[in-house]
């Protein structure tokens, strides 16, 4: 069964790091692979064709993708999500990081 775009997990999240103020996609199993957008809608059409692109660079080179980690994903054919549970999510939130991704300034703020 050949590998598609929605066989694999993809995060979006927002990113309000100085400089920064958009979407921004990954990819799960493939972090090298993202994509930004003004709105969580345009961050997911970039990632698709992002993630498009890659397996066929990496198809044209011979080169097998990376196994989707999701088997939900690839069960129900449907790309991925938000990947970090709620409760996740919030005790990340009181732990001073949004969505299970530290700030900048919490990391710099570290010893």
């Known amino acids: 069964m050949k590998t598609t775009?929605?066989?694999?997990?993809?995060?979006?999240?927002?990113?309000?790091?100085p400089g920064d103020n958009c979407y921004v996609a990954q990819?799960?199993?493939?972090p090298n692979v993202t994509a930004v957008g003004d709105t969580m809608e345009e961050a997911a059409r970039e990632i698709q064709v992002a993630l498009e692109l890659n397996l066929?660079?990496?198809?044209?080179?011979?080169?097998?993708?990376?196994?989707?980690?999701?088997?939900?994903?690839s069960?129900?054919?449907r790309l991925g999500g938000q990947?970090?549970?709620?409760?996740k999510r919030l005790a990340a939130r009181r732990n001073g990081r949004k969505g299970g991704?530290?700030?900048?300034?919490?990391?710099?703020?570290?010893p």
């Not at 775009?5 to 790091?17: A, G, P, Q, R």
């Open 5 to 17: 775009i929605k066989d694999y997990t993809v995060s979006i999240w927002y990113s309000s790091n």
């Open 27 to 30: 990819v799960m199993e493939m």
């Open 56 to 73: 066929k660079v990496l198809e044209e080179d011979g080169i097998a993708p990376p196994a989707p980690r999701n088997p939900v994903a």
């Open 75 to 77: 069960a129900f054919g």
């Open 83 to 87: 990947t970090i549970s709620a409760k």
């Open 101 to 110: 991704r530290p700030h900048k300034a919490a990391v710099s703020a570290r």
